[in-house]
Nanobody, 119 residues
Framework: QVQLVESGGGTVRPGDSLRLACEVS????????MGWFRQGPGKDREFVAD????????TYTTSVSGRFTISSDHTKRTIYLQMNKLNPEDTAVYFC????????????WGQGTQVTVSS
């Protein structure tokens, strides 16, 4: 059973930075994509960023492009989300997800980690 465990959330002030981590119980190489999603208060879950198996191709939602960076470390079986210049609109529960090879969607999800941006 694949398990994804997020960490690194917390409460910060606008303009601060945080780095989220997601440790995978299996090999990252068995997934075509790893991604980060978030769900803000009263909002639907939304895509934030993803990265392909090789770690070369990554995509971002418009609102975080230029501020957030997704990366992967296969030796540590971990993906990261470096979040800079945080603002209150980034407040959400952030989820890590994995899409297996051959799958059309993300099938494995972490439990989420809370990020709160408040002055």
């Amino acid at each position: 059973q694949v398990q994804l465990v997020e960490s690194g959330g917390g409460t910060v002030r606008p303009g601060d930075s945080l780095r989220l981590a997601c440790e995978v119980s299996g090999s990252i190489a068995s997934f075509s994509f790893m991604g980060w999603f978030r769900q803000g208060p009263g909002k639907d879950r939304e895509f934030v960023a993803d990265i392909n198996k090789s770690g070369i191709v990554s995509t971002y939602t418009t609102s975080v492009s230029g501020r957030f960076t997704i990366s992967s470390d296969h030796t540590k079986r971990t993906i990261y989300l470096q979040m800079n210049k945080l603002n209150p609109e980034d407040t959400a529960v952030y989820f890590c997800a994995a899409r297996p090879d051959g799958a059309f969607d993300y099938e494995y999800w972490g439990q989420g980690t809370q990020v709160t941006v408040s002055s």
